[in-house]
């Protein structure tokens, strides 16, 4: 089983709508999540964490994560094309060490 | 810009020579790392550095690799003989100890035909 498991889609949304992008992970000790956008052929790009449980907003964004399920989601409001990406759920192995597990990424496509 | 640098972007190169990618970190940052993403992947671990100090090495790390981070402040790394399936986006990034977030440059993308 890998750390941390993600579908990897594609996943096809019309513009507006409410995107939900999800991973699971299994070891219990992880305690930061991180989710990072990927453009084709760019760097992965940092776009919010969260520690422990609980909700983390940031304008059209909602990163959320539930430790009793072992399960992290991004929400994307009011979806627009140029948020169509690879979205890729992270955490690191150990404490506030930043050495990064990944999911595969799951990619987004926002039509007009 | 103050971001991670990585240089170069694209490297072609040839079955059995070797190549080394560059990788500035931003500026105050003193861990830095390097993770290689073949496609339809996340982003691999290959090896870490606090300063100087090459503290872990993934077992992907075969003994071709090797890293480099000199004076602490840029990196490099090096692929002897490269093997067709060494092709692969390598990223950088780098992060300040204690945080848990890393920033990512945007990579080096080498193809070996």
């Known amino acids: 089983q890998k750390e941390v498991e993600q579908d990897p889609g594609p996943l096809s949304v019309p513009e507006g709508a409410i995107v939900s992008l999800n991973c699971t992970y299994s070891n219990s000790a992880f305690q930061y999540f991180m989710w990072y956008r990927q453009y084709s052929r760019k760097g992965p790009e940092l776009l919010m964490y969260t520690y422990s449980s609980g909700n983390k907003e940031d304008g059209r964004f909602t990163a959320q994560v539930d430790k009793s399920s072992k399960y992290i989601s991004l929400f994307i409001r009011d979806s627009q094309p140029s948020d169509s990406a690879t979205y890729l759920c992270a955490t690191p192995f150990s404490g506030t060490a930043s050495k990064l597990t990944f999911g595969t990424g799951t990619r987004l496509q926002v039509t007009l | ?113």
């Not at chain 2, 079955?15 to 339809?40: A, K, M």
């Not at chain 2, 100090?53 to 692929?79: H, M, N, V, Y």
């Not at chain 2, 002897?80 to 100890?97: K, N, V």
Request: glycine share 8%.
């Open chain 2, 1 to 113: 810009d103050t971001g991670v640098s990585q240089n170069p972007r694209h490297k072609i190169t040839k079955r059995g020579q070797n190549v080394t990618f560059r990788c500035d970190p931003i500026s105050e940052h003193n861990r830095l790392y390097w993770y290689r993403q073949t496609l339809g992947q996340g982003p691999e671990f290959l090896t870490y550095f606090q300063n100087e100090a090459q503290l872990e090495k993934s077992r992907l790390l075969s003994d071709r690799f090797s890293a480099e981070r000199p004076k602490g402040s840029f990196s490099t790394l090096e692929i002897q003989r490269t093997e067709q399936g060494d092709s692969a986006m390598y990223l950088c990034a780098s992060s300040s100890q204690g945080a848990p977030e890393a920033f990512f440059g945007q990579g080096t993308r080498l193809t070996v035909v």
